[in-house]
């Protein structure tokens, strides 16, 4: 057992599996996250390889609020427990397991997206990965310095539950951060409901069918290339001004991606991410503080608003008590 199996296994709850990934839940078993399961088989290296890494990377960057690899990985440095709640094939954990030598990095997945992540980061000594449930995850309470979780938690049944069950891990003064989506305009909530719910009887082929069409939909509103100037229509959450017709309809009406970069098979991921998933909830910044107010011992460091979604950052106070379990 090297330095980093013994940190792992320090924090994980008793009756802990060996084995390469630790597993915790079925592999097949069918839920929530199953959706997810399909996508990660049909694109293992998305993120990770030369088509998409480049803008994946810059997203989750400007997401966790860092100007580059580098600052994100001197803001990991005091961390030596590191954990990437759904962290899919790894594209993140993989990343910081290379940016942070002396850290161990967690990569949780409740699907076999962990065999994936395992593949993506082989060679990397301090990552190892868990297949597991975030709402009863097999750590011991205050295990981790840093927890990060990118567009995890409001695919779970119950988004401040998750965050909850997430708070509970993090170490006296470690942090969290997490982007969840937010509310958007009335039309776009319409809209993504109705899809969602039309796409969720298909089979996953089938869905990821209609979603290369709607992608098709989105490539053809951008190479119009147009800009339209518009009056503000509060009701709607329409903004006064000129706005490419693209970004007006794909930001109040209808999440139709599309990146002229990318393959269709790529844009059709994002989509498919997007509409396929059972539970896709979407919150206001309010909610989030309120579920933040009941955990005296947290602050909000860091708050990130961005069109489609938010990013927080708590930290727990150093001399908080022992976190219940
Ligand atoms: C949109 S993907 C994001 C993956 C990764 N964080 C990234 O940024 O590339 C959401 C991931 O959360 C995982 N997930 C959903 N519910 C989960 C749960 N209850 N426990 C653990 N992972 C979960 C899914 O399997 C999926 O891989």
Known sequence: MNQFDQRLYAILKDGAQTGEILRFVEAAAPGPAEAFAYKWQRSP????????????????MDTLGHASEAAFAEHLAGAGTI??????????????????????????????????????????DN????????????????????IMSIGVLHHTRNTREAFDS??????????????????????????????RRTIRTMAPAEAWAEMERLSLFGK???????????PAVPSLGIEAGEH????????????????????????????????????AHRHTAEEVRDWIALWPELREVDFIDAPAGMTFRVVRDKTSPPTPS
């Open 45 to 60: 290296t998305f993120g990770l390889d030369s088509s998409t890494s480049a803008a994946m990377i810059q997203w989750t």
């Open 83 to 124: 954990l990437d709640a759904g962290c899919g094939n790894g594209r993140v954990a993989v990343r910081a397991a290379a940016l942070n030598p002396e850290a161990l990095i967690v990569g949780m997945d409740v699907t076999d997206a962990v065999d994936a992540a395992a593949r993506n980061g082989q060679g990397l």
């Open 127 to 146: 990552l190892r990965l868990v297949q597991a449930d975030l709402m009863s995850p097999p750590f011991k309470p205050a295990s981790f310095d840093y």
């Open 166 to 195: 997430m708070v509970r891990l993090m170490a006296p003064g470690g942090s969290f951060a997490f982007y969840i989506y937010k509310q958007k305009a009335p039309i776009r909530e319409f809209a993504d409901d109705y899809l």
């Open 220 to 230: 053809a509103l951008s190479d119009i290339d147009a800009k339209v100037t518009v």
């Open 244 to 279: 490419d017709v693209q970004r007006l309809i794909y930001y109040t009406m209808l999440k139709c991606y599309w990146r002229d970069e990318w393959s269709l098979e790529e844009n059709a991921h994002i989509n498919f991410d997007w509409y396929y998933p059972e539970f």
